[in-house]
């Protein structure tokens, strides 16, 4: 696959240091569109920082970047206003604001961003947090729910600009295992209802074996493996049966990046 019609993503020979450390070292990923691709790894591999680049929170030291067929990785930062709208980010942290409604919360950015009025903006949060089944909870405060039902919430607000990418960052973190199932289900539906192509960077092997199409593994600044659910699981590679098994012994025992 290359940049073309077919690639949503393609990330080529990308590097990112820190500090003069690696932590990217000449990743190349190509995400279809409407595919959910989970990207995992141990801590401190650089999978969020992999997705971070998408919408310049991050800028690379080398290598390109293809976005529907466009490279972004050289735009000016007025450019990439462009390019949030299209790639919308969900943070492991829900980042609703503590003072307004979660109709409110996901209503600012259809005001802010669209144009809409008050009464129509609410009228439209609704109708989209209906869409990530929190309709009865619409006028709820974030402290009064749950962290799944405020996670849902996020994505429900990442959607108000109809992206075509939705980046989650570890969006089952902290979950109990219920609400978490419920997040992995609305990642699903919004690929396979809305045509959206989801990276999501996750440690949760239930999550990851259960709702994607394709798994990458990073390992020393690359990544090492790339395959289905399937073809993960039946890996021998050494690297790959690590951390799937979550062995704690290994080659991810080597100092690396």
């Known amino acids: 696959m290359d940049a073309g019609s077919s690639s949503m993503i393609v990330m080529r020979g990308v590097h990112k240091a820190f500090g003069g450390r690696p932590v990217l070292a000449g990743l190349d990923l190509v995400v279809a569109r409407g595919e959910v691709l989970y990207v995992i ?57 503590d003072a307004m409604t979660l109709a409110e919360n996901v209503a600012l950015p259809l005001r802010k961003h669209r144009g809409l ?15 990530v089944h929190l309709a009865d909870l619409a006028d709820r405060f974030p402290a009064e729910v749950s962290d799944g ?37 609305l990642i699903r539906e919004l690929a396979d209802r809305r045509g959206v192509t989801a990276m999501v960077v996750s440690h949760d092997l239930a999550s990851i074996f259960s709702t994607a199409d394709r ?34 012994s290994g080659p991810m025992e080597t100092p690396g990046f």
């Not at 008050?118 to 949060?125: E, S, W």
């Not at 493996?225 to 050494?238: F, L, M, N, Q």
């Open 41 to 97: 790894g141990t801590s401190g591999v650089g999978k969020s920082v992999t997705i971070k680049h998408l919408v310049g929170l991050l800028r690379v030291d080398a290598g390109e970047i293809w976005l529907a067929g466009r490279r972004i990785d050289a735009l000016p930062e007025r450019d990439y206003q462009v390019i949030r709208r299209k790639v919308a980010m969900v943070f492991q942290s829900a980042t609703l604001f």
């Open 117 to 131: 009025g008050a009464a129509a903006a609410l009228a439209d949060a609704r109708r989209r947090l209906d869409e």
């Open 149 to 185: 039902v405020r996670k849902r919430a996020a994505i429900a607000r990442a959607l108000t600009l109809e992206p075509e990418v939705v980046l989650f960052d570890e969006p089952t973190t902290g979950l109990d295992p219920q609400s978490a199932r419920r997040v992995d289900r």
């Open 215 to 248: 798994i990458a593994l990073l390992y020393q600044g690359r990544v090492h493996a790339c395959g289905t659910p399937g073809e993960i699981r039946g890996s021998v590679d050494p690297v790959v049966l690590q951390f799937i098994h979550g062995r704690a």
